[in-house]
């Protein structure tokens, strides 16, 4: 997976916060073994949040961002105080950096309390360990005030900067790499219109999955969902007091949907929420330009990650092939799969066409994606296939796009 083609939002945001000086972006420049961050012997060097995104093995795709100290003085520190607190709300998990030749302060008390009250997972990390002789005792004496998770580096000579990462990992709390579906991108009491269609390859008497985790992605961030048949999208949308922020629609229904939605109000998928949680959202937007390169002969696979009851127009086996071969007007082969693997003999294919992923989690359907990236065939989903054949694949990534930054101003303003 490149850099860059994870959305910031769905990466683990780790902050690190602490006195002017301690070290915190010398901490981030040995955690990522680059010399990006601007570290000097002057107090007060960061002065607004920075984020950076970051692979770093064996943590995965996060964000690290560094703040300005928390004792900065005068107005303009108390605003940079105040905007080094709000990246709190970004923070899976915190680093509290504390200089060990000075110890703990007042202010990284009262941040390890605030932790404590926002249930944020944290790691106080004693730098600067080179500098003192009685590096136990120090050690000791922390971990007695601060009572949490405590590793001791050199960010200057690289020391035990393995077994920070490590006790990040350790501290990362189970469902961290869970990538969030859209709840990063509400806020609260945001109304969230969902149009389920109901149709016969509807389940008897209950939703299904990926619509349940939705909504209850929504109820979770203190939002509202609407729920909505196609049928009644307008009138629900005309009784509703205030603007949705936006409608997740089901994509077999996105035709309908998008004529009765007004072009000021955000619309997406299902599909596409879950492209961005459990995928790699770029690479699938690109398999699905890549239908537009397709030859007569060519082959393609769609691999559904679960065997599911077929209905005679199953999306998969009877309507994928009908709109490919209907849109690119070329003679195509398609063969189908589904279960563990996508099947063998993966090199024949020009194309993979692959299911939402609904029962795979985002290790496996990465997995997939890095499968096809290595032999150079172009994956595009179900959803964002859908969405680009019905030309609003612009229309529904949009919204992502700016419900993310969105949230990043609210969180760096
Ligand atoms: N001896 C020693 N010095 C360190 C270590 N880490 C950082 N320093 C020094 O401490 C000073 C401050 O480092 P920075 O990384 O800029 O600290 P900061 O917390 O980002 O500071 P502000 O951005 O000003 O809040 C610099 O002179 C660093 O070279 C360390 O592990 N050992
Ligand atoms: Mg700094």
Known sequence: ?????????????????????????????????????????????????????????????????????????????????????????????????????????????????????????????????????????????????????????????????ENLKQEIINTLPEDAGDFKLLGDLINAEDIIVLVIPIDKAAPKGRLILPQQQVTRDILDHGAIAVITKEDSLKETIANLNKKPKLVITDSQAFYKVKEDTPDDILLTSFSILFARQKGDLNELVKGAYAINNLKDGDKILVAEGCTHHRQDDDIGTFKIPKWITEKTGKKLTFDFTSGITMGKNLEQYALIVHCGACMMNRAAMMARIEKAKELNIPIVNYGILIAYLNGILDRTLDPLKILESEKLLQTVE
Do not use: Y
């Not at 916060?17 to 915190?24: D, L, P, S, V, Y």
């Not at 050690?139 to 009572?147: C, I, S």
């Open 1 to 161: 997976m490149s850099l860059n083609s994870t959305p910031q939002s769905v990466r683990v945001h780790i902050g690190l916060f602490g006195k002017r000086n301690a070290g915190k972006s010398s901490v981030i420049n040995a955690i990522t073994n680059q010399d990006a961050a601007i570290v000097s012997e002057v107090a007060g060097t960061t002065t607004d949040p920075v984020f950076r995104p970051m692979e770093i093995l064996p943590i995965g795709p996060c964000v690290l961002i560094d703040t300005a100290g928390l004792d900065d003085v005068g107005s303009l520190g108390e605003l940079r105080i105040n905007k080094s607190l709000d990246v709190l709300s970004k923070t899976d998990i915190a680093l509290l950096i504390v200089d060990s030749s000075i110890g703990l302060s007042e202010e990284d008390l009262s941040l390890i309390e605030k932790f404590k009250v926002k249930k944020i997972p944290h790691v106080l990390v004693l730098n600067k360990i080179d500098t003192v002789e009685n590096q136990a005792e120090v050690l000791g004496e922390t971990k007695k005030l601060a009572k949490c998770p405590v590793a001791c580096v050199s960010a200057t000579n690289k020391i035990g900067i």
